[in-house]
């Protein structure tokens, strides 16, 4: 074979090479656009949206109902408010100091000078009304008491007198004059008994003593009785057996208090006086940071002399004796002078599904509702948009309906 031959035969092998690859660009350039490979698509067509992948439409709830009957509303401890105007998160705070209710303290001292005899109560005793404390011997009351019966015999005495004269009068046997003497006999009588027992009644003998005096078991006129006016605990004792007391003594004989309602005094300095309002919301703070929710109850009208502040008192329920009397607290109140806003307690607030929501009641039914805050304070929260001033929602308990919510979404709830 011959070098000629050989390279005629390559020359022909190149010609049928470039035939083959022009045909095969011309094919490439006639294909339809739809019909190009897929190498050349964009990666993103050939997927689904993320909408589409996990099924989600535009016109679906984001929130959903949940549906209670009563005794589950009350399982849950579900309570129900309304929205409010007020403000959010403005408060004052005072030093205030714990007081005995001076509605609820009893002075009690004897009307007349004796000796005490006997002391029955001591300070801190816990006394019923009616109990007896001291008893004292007087001469006074004794004197007292031995006028009243000398009266009432008195009277007696001419009482029949008087009955006798005026049937003799009526029958046209006595004359006139001696009727008339013996009227005038009895009613100054009368006259002298209501003496005495006025007498006895300002020296504490009331008409049940009274009625027991004639009889000899009661004891001696000298004697009377410290009775408890009011039941409560002892907090002073100034009685001493064999002491003499003087009436009127500048120290009472004992002080009953009853502390199972107190005062709280909190004092206002003159910046804060326009700040503070009677009927306003307080918080009592303990030492052991525990709060007592109360209200403002009375705000003095002037500023104390030697203090210069003014004063706000709360009455607040102390049955469980949290408070004790001449303790110092820090009160905090709702500030006046803050901007009025329309709010919701902040306990009535959640979060579902990133958004802030308040379940709003409809027969058996509480929807969740998106809500729009504003400012936020400890206890209420600014609402913007969402609800409107007196609109109905839950205020305890929300927490435990987001979580019947999220359960029914699982097929296993109350919600819808």
Known sequence: MTLNFIRGRFALFLAACSAAGSLALTGCSDAAPGELSHAHDDPAAARPSEAEAHGEHADEEPHGTVTLSAQERDALGVVLGAVSVGPV??????????????????????????????????????????????????????????????????????????????????????????????????????????????????????????????????????????IAPMAGVITERHAVRGEFAEAGDVEPTFVIADSRQVWVDAAIYGPDMLRVRQGARARIRLADAEQIASVVSFVAPQIGEATRTGLARLIVDNADGRLMPGAFVTVELEDAAAAQSLRAPASAIQMLEGETVVFVPEGDRFEARPVRLGRRGPDYVEIVSGLALGDALVVEGAFALKAELQKGEFGDGHAH
């Open 89 to 226: 998160d403005g408060w004052v705070e005072l030093p205030g100091e714990v007081r005995f209710d001076e509605n609820r303290i009893a002075l009690v001292s004897a009307p007349v000078e004796g000796v005490i005899r006997d002391v029955f109560a001591s300070v801190g005793d816990q006394v019923r009304q009616g109990d007896v404390l001291a008893v004292l011997d007087s001469r006074e009351l004794a004197e007292a008491k031995a006028a009243y019966l000398s009266t009432l015999a008195s009277m007696e005495l001419v009482r029949p007198e008087f009955e006798r004269e005026r049937a003799l009068f009526d029958r046209g046997v006595s004359t006139e004059s001696r009727f008339q003497t013996a009227r005038r006999e009895l009613e100054e009588a009368r006259i002298a008994v209501r003496s005495a027992q006025y007498q006895l009644d300002a020296l504490g003998v009331d008409e049940t003593a009274r009625d027991a005096l004639a009889d000899p078991e009661t004891g001696a006129l000298s004697r009377y009785a410290l």
